[in-house]
């Protein structure tokens, strides 16, 4: 860590020299202007005016690069924030594979979209704005689009209703948009820690935090995807089980939804309460998915394994939901309330 002496330079102006190689780096000359920020625990932010206006571009190059790592790097320039992002042919061309590669690629990224198509190059750009979106925002969205699957799939499969399933699976990708979408945004407000206000963050500290629950809800979207992909799967689009059994199922997926949905607003909200709330209301299902396996009546093993297999999902999702309710009570243990005085 390099220190500066901080001068005074009249009765209350106090000042600090930039370090020459920072200045250089960013293009920083006598008269231009820097952004300050002020941050939580007594940190200032020096940021060069380039930050705020830059819009950077990565060229991919193909060669060397088959179908599958051009779009999974499309992908990664995308979370890294870049504005623009070209795919580009040196020595003609190019194939056919890239081409449908960078179309796979746009479908799956919200905001991202061609803007100039050469038979050797396509550039595509993305037109998402970090002030369009707040992070608790996509939090939320994320959590509902992952609930809402969930009960989809759940009632597909109490009806035995393929087409309910099948909305639910194509919700998925939705699910995913916002995922990455966060990602993105993440990102960007780490490296420019001016983002982070447009994100509705006083501060880049929740960041961390952040990028694991939307993980989290991201693998809880999967856990809906496995129920969906069971109704699909299963002889009558149902589990062979009576009304009784079904209904304990439905009361399951009630009470996950609702840790689920008290996480996320923990995390929203800073609120050690609702972390509180969660935890009592996972101690009350952690046996549940034993519980009903251990009531079920003799059947055959492929029943029950589509059985074990939608309890398992469900029960996974809850354990989800209690990692996100450990992190809020990390983001809200260290704001004072109530229960907590910081000096």
Same mark, same amino acid.
């Given at each position: 860590? @390099?220190?500066?002496?901080?001068?005074?330079?009249?009765?209350?102006?106090?000042?600090?020299?930039?370090?020459? *190689?920072?200045?250089?780096?960013?293009?920083?000359?006598?008269?231009? @202007?820097?952004?300050?920020?002020?941050?939580?625990?007594?940190?200032?932010?020096?940021?060069?005016?380039? /930050?705020?206006?830059?819009?950077?571009?990565?060229?991919?190059?193909?060669?060397?690069?088959?179908?599958?790592?051009?779009?999974?790097?499309?992908?990664?320039?995308?979370? !890294?924030?870049?504005?623009v992002i070209r795919i580009e042919c040196?020595?003609?061309?190019?194939? #056919?594979?890239?081409?449908?590669a960078v179309y796979r690629a746009e479908?799956?990224?919200?905001?991202?979209?061609?803007?100039? @198509?050469?038979?050797?190059?396509? #550039?595509?750009?993305?037109?998402?704005?970090?002030?369009?979106? +707040?992070?608790? $925002? %996509? %939090?939320?969205?994320?959590?509902?689009?992952?609930?809402?699957?969930?009960?989809? /799939?759940?009632?597909?499969?109490?009806?035995?209703?393929?087409?309910?399933?099948?909305?639910?699976?194509?919700?998925?990708?939705?699910?995913?948009?916002?995922?990455?979408?966060? !990602?993105?945004?993440?990102?960007?407000?780490?490296?420019?820690?001016?983002?982070?206000?447009?994100?509705?963050?006083?501060?880049?500290?929740?960041?961390?935090?952040?990028? #694991?629950?939307?993980?989290?809800?991201? %693998?809880?979207?999967? $856990?809906?995807?496995?129920?969906?992909?069971?109704?699909?799967? +299963?002889?009558?689009?149902? %589990?062979?089980?009576?009304? #009784?059994?079904?209904?304990?199922?439905?009361?399951?997926?009630?009470?996950?939804?609702?840790?689920? +949905?008290?996480?996320?607003?923990?995390?929203?909200?800073?609120?050690?309460?609702?972390?509180? @709330?969660?935890?009592?209301?996972?101690?009350?299902?952690?046996?549940?998915?034993?519980?009903?396996? /251990?009531?079920?009546?003799?059947?055959? $093993? *492929?029943?029950?394994?589509?059985?074990?297999?939608?309890?398992?999902?469900?029960?996974?999702?809850?354990?989800?939901?209690?990692?996100?309710? *450990?992190?809020?009570?990390?983001?809200?243990?260290? *704001?004072?309330?109530?229960?907590?005085?910081?000096?």
């Amino acid at each position: 860590m @390099e220190t500066r002496k901080v001068q005074r330079l009249g009765p209350s102006t106090l000042a600090m020299t930039l370090p020459a *190689e920072w200045a250089s780096e960013h293009g920083v000359e006598k008269g231009d @202007e820097v952004s300050l920020r002020m941050g939580g625990k007594g940190t200032l932010t020096v940021m060069p005016e380039s /930050a705020n206006t830059e819009e950077t571009e990565a060229i991919i190059h193909t060669a060397n690069l088959d179908a599958d790592s051009v779009e999974r790097a499309i992908v990664a320039q995308y979370v !890294l924030g870049r504005r623009v992002i070209r795919i580009e042919c040196a020595d003609g061309a190019l194939e #056919s594979a890239h081409i449908n590669a960078v179309y796979r690629a746009e479908t799956q990224l919200m905001g991202l979209g061609v803007i100039e @198509e050469t038979p050797e190059s396509i #550039s595509i750009r993305c037109s998402v704005d970090a002030e369009d979106f +707040t992070l608790d $925002n %996509l %939090l939320e969205r994320l959590e509902r689009t992952g609930r809402t699957m969930r009960g989809e /799939a759940i009632k597909a499969l109490a009806h035995g209703n393929p087409d309910l399933a099948q909305r639910a699976l194509n919700r998925e990708r939705q699910a995913n948009k916002i995922f990455v979408l966060m !990602l993105r945004l993440i990102f960007t407000a780490f490296q420019n820690p001016n983002l982070a206000r447009a994100v509705d963050l006083d501060s880049g500290f929740p960041l961390i935090g952040y990028r #694991s629950i939307a993980k989290n809800l991201e %693998l809880t979207a999967d $856990n809906a995807e496995d129920i969906a992909d069971i109704v699909m799967e +299963t002889d009558g689009h149902t %589990l062979n089980v009576d009304t #009784s059994v079904m209904r304990e199922i439905r009361e399951f997926t009630e009470d996950v939804d609702a840790i689920t +949905t008290l996480a996320v607003e923990s995390a929203v909200e800073r609120s050690y309460d609702k972390t509180i @709330e969660a935890r009592e209301l996972f101690h009350g299902i952690s046996d549940r998915e034993r519980e009903i396996l /251990a009531d079920l009546p003799e059947m055959a $093993n *492929e029943d029950l394994l589509e059985v074990r297999e939608v309890l398992v999902s469900l029960q996974q999702t809850a354990q989800y939901a209690m990692r996100n309710a *450990e992190i809020a009570a990390n983001l809200a243990l260290n *704001e004072e309330s109530e229960h907590t005085t910081i000096k």
